[in-house]
């Protein structure tokens, strides 16, 4: 029986395990975190990617766990609404797309992986390939053979450095950052998500359907120096001067910011990488190929290439030479159809002008007047759906060993 490790316990790697616990392989998951990540944004989950949740026997839960957002607010500095839309139509879903919160997904693929031994609190240091094995070092001092490894540890994966080096540097920005974090309800509107736009900088807020609190959203253009990753201080501190000197609840939306032990405040990237694998070794969802958060289709990706990868592997009965070049070549067509999302929709996320936010805003009210509304909305959503849908996924057959 195959033996394969996975670095990261958020979406890619659950769900890969799954895939290749069902295949017959025999999977660990490693997590540098004491826990699973249960924190996070809201996230979608479109097209093929919903048809490998109902493979997994997760539909049913993960519609159960839709946010239920309703609409969406553009107000002023004073908090008067300027404009309103759909919230479904502001995210660009359309038919059976779900929208969940991240954490919530992370634990029902951790619920559906407790047969997969799972080591918290814990990371890859060394990675030592062989002929026909990987010799890994871990922080704990622990050392432990496996026949595979894959690095699921998203946008900065360690296991694509220790790998694959960073010269050159696979990470992209595209020029804006983001930050995230959990912030009181009183903030938030029931399954509204309120949006205050000014040039450059975008902050919008929102509480999901029976939510005990609310999630705060900064997007802005990247500064000339962001402090070290570390420096959760000064990225505080860059938070504040950024947003300072907007009004609506900016100021106090900062100060919650400041307090919340949650925050993430990161460059909005894009992974383009010429291979995922080398030797024993291949990465999978953000660390491969992560789109970012612009694009929308983060999670779809992890969920989609996980999926793939684990019946790629066991088509090629655990050869990773086989199995690794054909989830790359199956793999590849849709990854680049949904990292072309992510430019497209930055320009209309963070504005450069006064007089380009005023001539959205002034679309956004007047699109339920307009004639020939419905061929507008398809412009929006229609290329996302292609993207979505830009991949047959392969028969995984029945249960097998490897």
């Known amino acids: 029986m195959t033996n394969v490790l996975i670095s990261g316990g958020g979406v890619a790697g659950l769900t890969l395990a799954w895939w290749l616990r069902r295949h017959g392989f025999r999977p660990t998951v490693v997590e540098r975190a004491p826990a699973l990540r249960a924190g996070g944004y809201k996230v979608d989950i479109r097209g093929v990617a919903l048809q490998v949740v109902d493979r997994m026997g997760l539909g049913d839960q993960v519609r159960r766990h839709d946010t239920g957002m309703l609409r969406t607010r553009f107000v002023d500095s004073r908090g008067d609404t300027l404009a309103a839309m759909d919230a479904s139509l502001f995210g660009g879903r359309e038919g059976d797309d779900v929208e969940i919160m991240r954490g919530e997904l992370v634990d029902l693929l951790a619920g559906a ?11 890859i240091t060394t990675l030592t ?77 929102y509480r999901t359907a029976g939510a005990p609190d609310a999630r705060a959203l900064f997007l802005f253009r990247s500064p000339a120096e962001v ?38 405040l990161d460059a909005i990237s894009q992974v383009r990488m010429d291979h995922w694998s080398t030797g024993r070794i291949a990465l999978v969802g953000d660390a491969a190929y992560g789109p970012s958060p612009a694009s929308g289709q983060g999670t779809s990706l992890g969920l989609v290439g996980a999926y793939v990868l684990a019946a790629a592997l066991a088509r090629a009965g655990g050869d990773p030479t086989v ?15 949904n990292q072309e999302l992510a430019e497209r929709n930055l320009r209309g996320m963070v504005l450069g002008s006064t007089a380009q936010i005023r001539v959205q805003l002034t679309m956004l009210r007047l699109l339920p007047r307009l004639p020939g509304r419905e061929r507008m909305i398809r412009r929006v959503t229609e290329p996302i759906r292609r993207a979505a849908t830009a991949i047959t996924l392969p028969d995984v057959g029945p249960p097998g060993g490897a």
Not at 323 to 337: I, K, N, S, T
């Open 227 to 264: 402090p070290a990753p570390g420096d959760t201080a000064g990225r505080r501190a860059l938070l504040a001067r950024e947003f300072a000197g907007l009004g609506w609840q900016v100021p106090r939306l900062l100060a919650a910011a400041a307090d919340a032990d949650d925050l993430y």
């Open 323 to 337: 199995g690794f070049a054909d989830h790359e070549r199956q793999l590849r067509p849709f990854v680049r159809a």
């Open 129 to 205: 390939p062989t002929a026909d094995a990987v010799r890994v070092g871990f922080a704990s001092g622990h050392r432990q053979t496996f026949d595979l490894v894959i690095g699921a540890d998203g946008l900065h994966s360690q296991v694509r450095r220790l790998a694959f080096g960073n010269d050159p540097d696979p990470v992209r920005p595209l020029g804006h950052h983001i930050a995230v974090c959990t912030v009181p309800a009183e903030f938030g509107l029931d399954r509204t998500e309120l949006m205050h736009v000014t040039p450059g900088r975008s902050v919008g807020v």
């Open 113 to 123: 992986t407790t047969d997969v031994p799972l080591l918290l609190g814990d990371s």
